[in-house]
């Protein structure tokens, strides 16, 4: 605590070294791609525009099936986007499935570590992904779901910037909940379109009904997580009923208005495991052979513990058969002990002499407690290059059976012809103009909470402010305050006696360090003769004298607005425990601007998936027309310079033209003024709550096309008893978070906080405070210009 003194300071190409690599400025060779890639890019603003022209930047995909089949989309959508785009990213809000025992990639997400090898992405891997599984089990299972939504919408924030393009994962972590559920929050939160993926992987027989019926109820439990859902695409669909299933379900869901993008058929190539994949799951290390052949499918595992020349017979009989029935030969994973170097020497042999029978690799158990044997080592790295691989493992020889039998098929970082496969699959079946045609429709602006509030806290950050906190003794708000400092949002400054107000925070145990405190009742002030002064002056009508000053400044939030005043601070927070006429008295006394600029308010209704302006609700009992119109206006530009796009709609109750009455009078004459005044601003009025904010209500209700008709981001009130009861209402009936009020027609900010606030509403309305002040200086800065300019 700092004691303040009175002196006032493409599709993946493998290289020569295996890497693959995405030429992403080639052109597509699909005449389709051309016309949906061109108009996604025109929508956008053009590659590298940003998201500019309204355009979804962003894709959030979500395997409504509670599976983890999601590879084969990914793949295909980072391949699509990384021809079109140069910049292109990939984000999980919760990192999933660390792959246990790679090299190069130990304890990564296995689609992070995938993706960024198969197409080269630059991010650092801790970039690309919000909390690790453990700490979001963690932190839902101990209820605090919103700082998980707040920790991961950051992380999301810092990622996407500089990105064309972002296709994000829904979460597939096993026991936290209903996962459909949270991805719908998370896509809602992150403000990404999601498409459905629905993974057919359980299914021996299924029907286009049935899958219409799961697409319908999983859209349905997304959107009421807020999230706007864009299509569906299936994933292991059976090939005897893929054709018929797709072409049926597309029908289905064209009727719905659910876009159907294709479905991949189940596949033995993407659905085998393959050698490098139980290589991983067994910890085995390669001895001899070459990492690029262990990328090959694993048909069937045998064990040979028999004599050796008996398992070759038995090799050529099965493959003599194989070939009798018109079938490949199949090349086994043959399992032995470190021990049968009879075996190893045999079945190498018989690779490299090209007279087989062939295998897929040999793996060695037991190499904890045994060694291969010199001779046969040196003559077998002789050979190495050549050799099928072989990997030797320190678990037994049955344990090594049971754990390849347990191996899940997946694609891992080095599954090169697996990604390249997955790729031709999602090419040849996935219809990628559907997904991208719906990314390209222009995307009606929509400001989250999360958002709001992040770029608010952002605005704060770069320009900090001070701000005064009268109320010291309040718990919650020695609480804000410390929080404030800690996030680097505001300077603060706590009025009351340094001992006292220092022990009120030991008691609450409260870091108040980063404070300054300052005593108002301190006499020996040297500063408050300029604070008696202005007061005067500033109360001059009133003919205030001397010693009615000292009494008025013996006022905590007279003082902390004199200090605002005198710009010894930048605005004023008060009313946790003062009444909201005492907090805004002193600023309607000294604060006026020169021009009497109208005195109001507004809310910041932060509501699930928006957020909204609500005004007056605080200040005005009745306003006049004319008064009802400033109070739009300036509304409408409070809204404009927190990143809301202002639609402004003057609230009655009645729509138009249906009803009549003199309340309906003066909201009609307020909107003509409006409009009069401000023919820049979208306005509607009079109009009803539901008419103003629901689209399908609207169109019952509006006649003709409206700006703001359903619409609606800021919503003016026709008197106080409306407006105070109408955002109460709606806060303690949905749970929104009102931000406010916040006082409009100022010289300089001072803001009312509800005696009911939380610690987190302290916080918001300071973050808004120091918003207000940035404006009105940037104002302040403009205005000589504009008059030179005149």
Same mark, same amino acid.
Request: proline residues 4%; contains cysteine.
């Given at each position: 605590m700092?004691?303040?003194?009175?002196?006032?300071?493409? =599709?993946?190409?493998?290289?020569?070294?295996g890497?693959?690599?995405?030429?992403?400025?080639?052109?597509?060779?699909?005449?389709?791609?051309?016309?949906?890639?061109?108009?996604?890019?025109?929508? =956008?603003?053009?590659?590298?525009?940003?998201?500019?022209?309204?355009?979804?930047?962003?894709?959030?995909?979500?395997?409504?099936?509670?599976?983890?089949?999601?590879?084969?989309?990914?793949?295909?959508?980072?391949?699509?986007?990384?021809?079109?785009m140069p910049h292109v990213g990939f984000f999980q809000p919760i990192g999933a499935d660390p792959l246990a025992h790679s090299a190069k990639y130990n304890k990564l997400p296995k689609h992070i570590a995938m993706l960024k090898e198969a197409f080269n992405l630059p991010d650092e891997p801790s970039r690309m992904s919000g909390v690790k599984a453990e700490e979001a089990q963690m932190l839902l299972a101990s209820g605090r779901t919103e700082e998980?939504?707040?920790?991961?919408?950051? =992380?999301?924030?810092?990622?996407?910037?500089?990105?064309?393009?972002?296709?994000?994962?829904?979460?597939?972590?096993?026991?936290?909940?209903?996962?459909?559920?949270?991805?719908?929050?998370?896509?809602?939160?992150?403000?990404?379109p999601v498409l459905m993926i629905m993974d057919l992987h359980r299914d021996d027989q299924v029907t286009a009904a049935e899958l219409y019926n799961r697409a319908m109820i999983a859209k349905q439990d997304l959107q009421a997580e807020h999230a706007d859902v864009l299509g569906v695409v299936l994933n292991k669909v059976p090939k005897r009923d893929h054709a018929i299933v797709c072409a049926q379900l597309s029908k289905k869901l064209a009727a719905a208005g659910l876009p159907f993008a294709g479905g991949i058929p189940a596949d033995s190539t993407i659905g085998t495991a393959r050698l490098n994949e139980i290589a991983q799951e067994l910890e085995g290390r390669l001895l001899y052979g070459t990492a690029e052949d262990m990328d090959c499918n694993v048909d069937e595992v045998l064990i040979c513990a028999e004599d050796v020349s008996l398992f070759l017979e038995k090799l050529v009989m099965r493959n003599a058969r194989q070939l009798r029935h018109g079938e490949a030969a199949t090349r086994p994973l043959v399992l032995t002990t470190k021990d049968?170097?009879?075996?190893?020497?045999?079945?190498?042999?018989?690779?490299?002499?090209?007279?087989?029978?062939?295998?897929?690799?040999?793996?060695?158990?037991?190499?904890?407690?045994?060694?291969?044997?010199?001779?046969?080592?040196?003559?077998?790295?002789?050979?190495?290059?050549?050799?099928?691989?072989?990997?030797?493992?320190?678990?037994?020889?049955?344990?090594?059976?049971?754990?390849?039998?347990?191996?899940?098929?997946?694609?891992?970082?080095?599954?090169?012809?697996?990604?390249?496969?997955?790729?031709?699959?999602?090419?040849?079946?996935?219809?990628?103009?559907?997904?991208?045609?719906?990314?390209?429709?222009?995307?009606?602006?929509?400001?989250?909470?999360?958002?709001f509030i992040h770029n608010i806290q952002d605005i704060c950050r770069s320009q900090?402010?001070?701000?005064?906190?009268?109320?010291?003794?309040?718990? =919650?708000?020695?609480?804000?305050?410390?929080?404030?400092?800690?996030?680097?949002?505001?300077?603060?400054?706590?009025?009351?006696k340094p001992s006292?107000?220092?022990?009120?925070?030991?008691?609450?145990?409260?870091?108040?360090?980063?404070?300054?405190?300052?005593?108002?009742?301190?006499?020996?002030?040297?500063?408050?003769?300029?604070?008696?002064?202005?007061?005067?002056?500033?109360?001059?009508?009133?003919?205030?004298?001397?010693?009615?000053?000292?009494?008025?400044?013996?006022?905590?939030?007279?003082?902390?607005?004199?200090?605002?005043?005198?710009?010894?601070?930048?605005?004023?927070?008060?009313?946790?425990?003062c009444t909201t006429a005492n907090t805004i008295r002193p600023a309607l006394q000294v604060l006026k601007t020169p021009?009497?600029?109208?005195?109001?308010?507004?809310?910041?209704?932060?509501?699930?998936?928006?957020?909204?302006?609500?005004?007056?609700?605080?200040v005005n009992v009745e306003p006049k027309a004319e008064e009802l119109a400033q109070i739009a206006t300036v509304s409408a530009d409070t809204a404009a310079a927190f990143g809301i796009s202002p639609r402004v709609a003057l609230m009655s109750y009645s729509t138009g033209s249906s009803g009549s009455g003199p309340q309906v009078e003066k909201v009609k004459a307020a909107t003509a003024l409006v409009k009069e005044a401000r023919p820049d601003l979208l306005v509607e009025g009079p109009i009803q709550y539901d008419a103003a904010v629901d689209p399908v209500i609207a169109a019952q209700k509006i006649k003709g096309d409206s700006d703001v008709a359903g619409k609606a981001t800021v919503c003016i009130f026709p008197d106080l008893n409306t407006g105070n009861n109408t955002y109460k209402a709606v806060q303690q009936s949905t749970g929104a978070i009102a931000i406010g009020p916040l006082m409009q027609g100022l010289a300089?900010?001072?803001?009312?906080?509800?005696?009911?606030?939380?610690?987190?509403?302290?916080?918001?309305?300071?973050?808004?405070?120091a918003v207000q002040a940035i404006g009105l200086k940037r104002q302040q800065k403009l205005q000589p210009d504009v008059a030179a300019a005149a």
């Open positions: 700092r004691r303040l003194q009175w002196a006032w300071a493409s =599709r993946l190409v493998k290289t020569e070294s890497v693959l690599s995405k030429p992403w400025t080639q052109s597509s060779s699909s005449p389709a791609s051309y016309l949906s890639a061109a108009a996604f890019s025109a929508a =956008r603003g053009g590659a590298g525009g940003g998201g500019g022209g309204g355009a979804a930047d962003s894709l959030f995909c979500t395997n409504v099936s509670g599976l983890k089949g999601n590879s084969p989309i990914l793949i295909g959508l980072m391949d699509y986007f990384s021809r079109h998980l939504m707040d920790r991961v919408f950051v =992380r999301y924030q810092e990622y996407k910037q500089g990105k064309d393009m972002v296709i994000v994962e829904g979460t597939t972590v096993d026991g936290i909940g209903n996962l459909v559920e949270l991805n719908g929050r998370f896509a809602a939160e992150l403000d990404c049968r170097a009879d075996v190893l020497l045999s079945l190498t042999a018989a690779h490299v002499t090209g007279t087989g029978p062939h295998v897929a690799g040999i793996i060695l158990t037991d190499s904890a407690e045994r060694a291969v044997s010199s001779a046969t080592d040196r003559i077998l790295m002789h050979f190495s290059d050549q050799l099928v691989p072989v990997i030797d493992t320190p678990s037994g020889l049955f344990e090594t059976a049971r754990v390849i039998a347990s191996v899940n098929p997946g694609i891992l970082p080095e599954s090169y012809s697996k990604i390249t496969h997955a790729q031709e699959l999602f090419s040849k079946y996935v219809d990628t103009n559907a997904i991208a045609s719906q990314l390209a429709l222009p995307k009606q602006a929509k400001m989250t909470p999360k958002a900090m402010q001070h701000i005064v906190l009268p109320e010291s003794a309040d718990r =919650r708000v020695l609480a804000a305050a410390a929080e404030i400092v800690k996030k680097g949002l505001a300077r603060i400054t706590l009025l009351g006292e107000v220092e022990a009120c925070a030991t008691k609450f145990n409260v870091d108040i360090s980063g404070c300054d405190v300052l005593d108002f009742l301190d006499t020996s002030n040297p500063l408050l003769e300029r604070y008696v002064g202005e007061l005067m002056e500033a109360r001059k009508e009133k003919q205030l004298g001397r010693d009615g000053a000292l009494d008025l400044l013996a006022d905590l939030n007279m003082f902390g607005t004199m200090m605002v005043r005198t710009g010894d601070a930048d605005g004023m927070v008060s009313g946790a425990t021009q009497k600029t109208l005195v109001s308010s507004i809310f910041f209704m932060c509501l699930p998936d928006k957020v909204l302006v609500y005004g007056d609700c605080a300089k900010p001072v803001n009312d906080l509800s005696r009911g606030c939380t610690v987190a509403d302290i916080i918001n309305t300071v973050a808004c405070t």
